[in-house]
């Protein structure tokens, strides 16, 4: 018998049970709302958690010591000797360098 229920269902039979299923689930959206942004809240809750615990691998603490120690800054001689010319040859400018070694925080007008 239950393959004869099955093949007298029909595409006209589908449309009322497709109705009062929205029907149904029309009466439970707010709570299905509510339960789908609680869902999402503990998502993230739980991934904020689970991250902030976190702890990192020898593997990226010694890339991070090596990378760190490698930075050495340099200034190129060429820039050195722009600015010792540009001191030398402006008074102007001469004044600031001698201004900022004296005081080196005040502010320049």
Known sequence: MSKKKSADLDLKALGP???KAARSALRYSGI???????????????RINSLSNAQPTDSQISAASQSNATA??????????????LRDNSTNVKSLFDNARTNPFDEPN
């Open 17 to 19: 049970m497709l109705r």
């Open 32 to 46: 299905m709302f509510f339960v789908l942004v609680a869902l999402v809240y503990g998502f993230v809750i739980l």
């Open 72 to 85: 050495i800054p340099s200034i190129d001689p060429k820039v050195v000797q722009q600015l010792q010319d």
